[in-house]
């Protein structure tokens, strides 16, 4: 009865829109995870053996999505830790499969593509996604740039005039607060050959209070500025983060989504077919489907890249071009299509990709049925 009580609570609680309160009381105890939802045996073990190597926290609002009794749960297996995290090879938890630390000329600037750049601005997120690529850095201290880390980015920016576009990512860069945000804005619109800002967010996913007509406004100023979130499953599609999308789009700013492809989460054509379509409900278009990467922690949410093709396959004709991703590998070479034109082959456990620019990469990709 004492958890009801408690579950109730938190209910009226998960609804504060107040994307600071929803920060400060993300859920990290064991103890108010079991108010909320019965934790399994695996998932309890996993809270205690990832400790230290990679951290979980949850916003009282993301936890409201939660299943209280499925432990399949698309938003439970998104972000409270599981035993199989464990079970992979954990040397490669901090690794960076995409190279990207080569690609820095300076630090948290990644020069990948000639006329564009990612900047990883903050490493903190409103939750801790299990599956994070950038684990290396959301997964242990958090920390956003301040004013000074920045100039030696901006230097960069400034003498670079091949670059045109320039991508704030993370962790997530909403982590910021408006008035960083807006210096950070101002300072790279004052670089006249950088025609375009994109950010790519979970916010309006984890903490859709985050986006306020305040937020909207300031970015507005900015413009062009692109925003690209990473909704995984319709069930994350909610009035509170619709608003959040609505707020966006009206202030003309074009919405995309980037999914990861997820086992047992979204790896099935109904399930991917209800989310884009959803999307574009809410005028986002689905962007890119992510094969899940090679990284520590993460074996049981990847799929083969075959089943990734199929579904994509599954998806063509049955809903319109421009709800439809396009599924790619990234790569240190960049993003490659998963389609017949970047598919090349399997040898083994192997499967060989080839780049835009021609480039062969040969990707980990076991066939089901062994471990590896
Ligand atoms: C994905 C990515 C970009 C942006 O690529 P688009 O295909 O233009 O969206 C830029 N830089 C890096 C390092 C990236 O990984
Ligand atoms: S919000 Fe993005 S960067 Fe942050 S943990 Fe989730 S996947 Fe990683």
């Not at 504060?16 to 990290?28: E, G, T, Y």
């Not at 704030?168 to 945000?181: E, V």
């Not at 077919?273 to 278009?285: A, C, G, I, Q």
């Not at 949410?301 to 049955?318: D, N, P, V």
Request: with cysteine.
């Amino acid at each position: 009865m004492q958890s009801d009580t408690g579950a109730k609570h938190f209910k009226n609680l998960s609804d504060r829109a107040d994307w600071r309160w929803q920060m400060k009381h993300r859920i990290r105890t064991v103890g108010e995870l079991r108010d909320l939802i019965d934790l399994t045996p695996e998932e309890e073990a996993g809270i205690r053996t990832s400790a230290g190597v990679f951290r979980w926290g949850i916003t009282p609002y993301y936890a409201s999505l939660m299943d209280r009794s499925d432990p399949q749960c698309p938003v439970r297996r998104q972000v409270i830790p599981h035993i199989d995290e464990m079970e992979d090879d954990i040397d490669l938890m901090a690794a960076d499969p995409l190279e990207e630390e080569a690609h820095s000329p300076v630090k948290n600037l990644i020069h990948n593509y000639e006329d564009r750049v990612a900047i990883c601005v903050s490493s903190e997120c409103a939750a801790n996604c299990r599956f994070c690529l950038r684990k290396r850095m959301t997964g242990s201290g958090v920390s956003s740039l301040k004013r000074k880390d920045f100039q030696p980015i901006l230097d960069y920016l400034s003498f670079h005039t091949e670059i045109r576009d320039v991508l704030l990512t993370g962790g997530d860069p909403l982590s910021l607060d408006d008035d960083h945000l807006a210096w950070l804005l101002m300072k790279i619109r004052a670089i006249p050959h950088i025609d375009i800002i994109r950010i790519g967010s979970r916010y309006p996913v984890l903490n859709p209070f985050r986006i306020t007509p305040g937020l909207c406004n300031m970015l507005a100023g900015h413009h062009p500025v692109w925003f690209n979130t990473h909704f995984n499953h319709p069930k994350e599609i909610t009035p509170q983060s619709a608003r959040a999308l609505d707020l966006l789009s009206r202030a003309g700013i074009p919405l995309g989504n980037q999914t990861v492809l997820l086992k047992g989460i979204n790896d099935n054509s109904h399930t991917l077919r209800e989310l884009f379509h959803k999307l574009v409900t809410y005028r986002v278009r689905p962007y890119y489907l992510y094969q899940a990467q090679l990284l520590g922690g993460t074996r049981h949410f990847r799929t083969t890249i075959e089943h990734g093709m199929q579904l994509m396959e599954s998806l063509r004709g049955t809903l319109s071009g421009f709800a439809i991703p396009l599924y790619v590998l990234d790569t240190p070479y960049g993003k490659v299509p998963l389609t017949p034109s970047g598919f090349r082959g399997r040898s083994g456990d192997y499967v060989t990709v080839q780049s835009y620019r021609r480039h062969i990469w040969k990707e980990y990709n076991p066939l089901p049925g062994k471990k590896g």
